[in-house]
């Protein structure tokens, strides 16, 4: 069946530096790929999406590349503020007549001053 | 995107009692979901709230345990039963915007405790 892989974790880093966190997918298809962020205290919100091969999704100065040849959809941004901290989803979802999103594990990333 | 509110936003349920939870959208939708959360986990989709019909729900979830209703296309409510720690968990609603298939927008969730 469908699944999503992402790196464990909590990741910590520093104010202003480069963040990658890892999503790869098992699916059939053409599925869409989504980056979900969940603020503490709060809902999920969606950060940013790809629905083709090739597409960059980017939104907050964060982007991912939907890479078929390698079924990944690495969440990157150059440079992280504190107020990055949150939990970070990476999902798929296969359009049907109910359609559904499948999580990854979710990131936990904590950002020093 | 849709705006959506739960209510309650968190409450503490003793076990055996049960808890209802409201999701209301700011306008019609076709596709609702609910969703749990379990401590430190993912999310799990419990079921799709079908309006006018029964709910669809996923493998391991039971109308009994959770009944849903979706009285119109802006409201829903999911009911959790028969309590048990176990259910400690934030429960979340989300839909698909009408013309925004693979879409998915979520409420604030609803913290439930169980003790």
């Known amino acids: 069946g469908d699944s999503v892989t992402q790196m464990e974790g909590p990741v910590t880093l520093s104010e202003e530096a480069f963040l990658t966190i890892n999503c790869t997918y098992t699916?059939?298809?053409?599925?869409?790929l989504f980056w979900y962020v969940q603020y503490p205290g709060e809902g999920l919100q969606l950060l940013l999406k790809?629905?083709?091969?090739?597409d960059k999704g980017s939104n907050k100065g964060f982007e991912a590349t939907y890479r078929k040849e390698t079924t990944s959809f690495h969440l990157e941004k150059g440079s992280v503020q504190v107020s990055d901290s949150a939990v970070y989803f990476c999902?798929?979802?296969?359009?049907?007549?109910?359609?559904?999103?499948?999580f990854g594990s979710g990131t936990r990333l904590s950002i020093r001053p | 995107s849709a705006v959506i509110s739960q209510k309650p936003s968190r409450d503490i349920c003793q076990r055996g009692t049960s808890l209802t939870i409201q999701c209301q959208v700011d306008?019609?939708?076709?596709?609702m979901f609910w969703y749990r959360q379990q401590p430190g986990q993912s999310l799990t989709l419990i079921a799709t709230?079908?309006?006018?019909?029964?709910?669809?729900?996923e493998s391991g979830f039971v109308i009994d345990k959770f009944p849903i209703s979706r009285p119109n296309l802006t409201f829903s409510t999911l009911t959790v039963s028969n309590l048990s720690p176990e259910d400690s968990s934030i429960y979340l609603c989300s839909v698909e915007p009408t013309g925004h298939p693979y879409e998915q927008y979520f409420g604030p969730g609803t913290r439930l405790t169980v003790t």
């Open positions: 709230a079908n309006q006018g019909s029964e709910a669809t729900y």
């Open positions: 699916a059939t298809g053409y599925p869409s």
């Open positions: 790809a629905t083709k091969a090739d």
């Open positions: 306008s019609q939708v076709t596709m």
């Open positions: 999902a798929l979802s296969r359009y049907s007549s109910a359609s559904k999103i499948i």
